[in-house]
Nanobody, 121 residues
Framework: QVQLVESGGGLVQAGGSLRLSCTASRRSASINAMGWFRQAPGKEREFVASIAWTGGIYYTDSVKGRFTISRDNAKNTVYLQMNSLKPEDTAVYYC???????????????WGQGTQVTVSS
């Protein structure tokens, strides 16, 4: 079993920045892509960004130009740099991992515990 451990959430003012990190407990042949989802109060969990170990990257439209996903294969770690944060970005952010970019964007095999991001106006 692979565990995903997130860090980096917190409270920030609108326009500020945060960087989230997610590290997989071990390398696994079943993980070829990792990503981030978020869930705001009263809303469904939504896809934010994903990256494949081979480099393919996807973003949801609302974060394009503000968020950047990157990876460190040697550390089994994925990062989400969030700039120009808005109050509507407030949510619990979840790390996810799966066998492919397609799967990680829809039904990931592994989930982290979540980290709270709060953006004040």
């Amino acid at each position: 079993q692979v565990q995903l451990v997130e860090s980096g959430g917190g409270l920030v003012q609108a326009g500020g920045s945060l960087r989230l990190s997610c590290t997989a407990s071990r390398r696994s042949a079943s993980i070829n892509a990792m990503g981030w989802f978020r869930q705001a109060p009263g809303k469904e969990r939504e896809f934010v960004a994903s990256i494949a170990w081979t480099g393919g990257i996807y973003y949801t439209d609302s974060v394009k130009g503000r968020f950047t996903i990157s990876r460190d294969n040697a550390k089994n770690t994925v990062y989400l740099q969030m700039n120009s944060l808005k109050p509507e970005d407030t949510a619990v952010y979840y790390c996810a991992a799966a066998s492919s970019t397609t799967v990680v964007r829809s039904t990931p095999n592994y989930w982290g515990q979540g980290t709270q991001v709060t953006v004040s106006s």
